[in-house]
T-cell receptor, first 112, second 116 residues
Framework: GENVEQHPSTLSVQEGDSAVIKCTYS??????FPWYKQELGKRPQLIID?????GEKKDQRIAVTLNKTAKHFSLHITETQPEDSAVYFC???????????FGAGTRLTVKP | GAVVSQHPSRVICKSGTSVKIECRSL??????MFWYRQFPKQSLMLMAT?????????EQGVEKDKFLINHASLTLSTLTVTSAHPEDSSFYIC????????????FGSGTRLTVV
């Protein structure tokens, strides 16, 4: 089955700096890669996703890149703000109606 | 967008009792519902996949007799934790996918289970 690895487990940056979180996946059949932001005690919130037919997607300060050959994808947050502090999870899935496998999570702290 | 309503949000129960968690899709038919468990400071781990009208598929290591899943209709899936023990204390969250939805899976709000 799919195995998703995520690094780093914790990340601390100064406000205004960029943050990068990386994930690798094992199943070459995976074709959908969402990123979730989770605040303590709350449900994960989708912040951006990418499908295997594109290599990069951007939404304001957030971007995701995908390298299908190497089977890794990354989340980039620019101009970080304190409210970006949360746990971020990557995930991989190979079909709309199949389960997602999550990475272990990255606790991002943005220091004012 | 798609909405999945999950109840209860928090529950405290005594060891040995059973707890039922409900997830309802409010504006779509949830053919499939995924059940995840999340321990503190850890990731979401898939427990089982329920399909309407058929038996749930459990992940390796998840006891199907302990975590009973029922998906009797296209809008309701339930997870019952039977004979709960303190080690079952966790955050349980369901997820489904609305056909045609642009932004993928929808999560319920989660249930914080504490077994005392």
């Amino acid at each position: 089955g799919e195995n998703v690895e995520q690094h780093p487990s914790t990340l601390s940056v100064q406000e205004g700096d960029s943050a990068v979180i990386k994930c690798t996946y094992s199943d070459s059949a995976s074709n959908y890669f969402p990123w979730y932001k989770q605040e303590l005690g709350k449900r994960p919130q989708l912040i951006i996703d990418i499908r295997s037919n594109v290599g990069e997607k951007k939404d304001q300060r957030i971007a995701v890149t995908l390298n299908k050959t190497a089977k890794h994808f990354s989340l980039h947050i620019t101009e970080t703000q304190p409210e970006d502090s949360a746990v971020y999870f990557c995930a991989a899935s190979w079909s709309n109606n199949n389960d997602m496998r999550f990475g272990a999570g990255t606790r991002l702290t943005v220091k004012p | 967008g798609a909405v999945v309503s999950q109840h209860p949000s928090r529950v405290i129960c005594k060891s040995g009792t059973s707890v039922k968690i409900e997830c309802r899709s409010l504006d779509f038919q949830a053919t499939t519902m995924f059940w995840y468990r999340q321990f503190p400071k850890q990731s979401l781990m898939l427990m089982a996949t329920s399909n309407e009208g058929s038996k749930a598929t459990y992940e390796q290591g998840v006891e199907k007799d302990k975590f009973l899943i029922n998906h009797a209709s296209l809008t309701l899936s339930t997870l019952t934790v039977t004979s709960a023990h303190p080690e079952d204390s966790s955050f349980y969250i369901c997820s489904s996918w609305k056909a045609g939805e642009l932004y993928g899976y929808t999560f319920g709000s989660g249930t914080r289970l504490t077994v005392v």
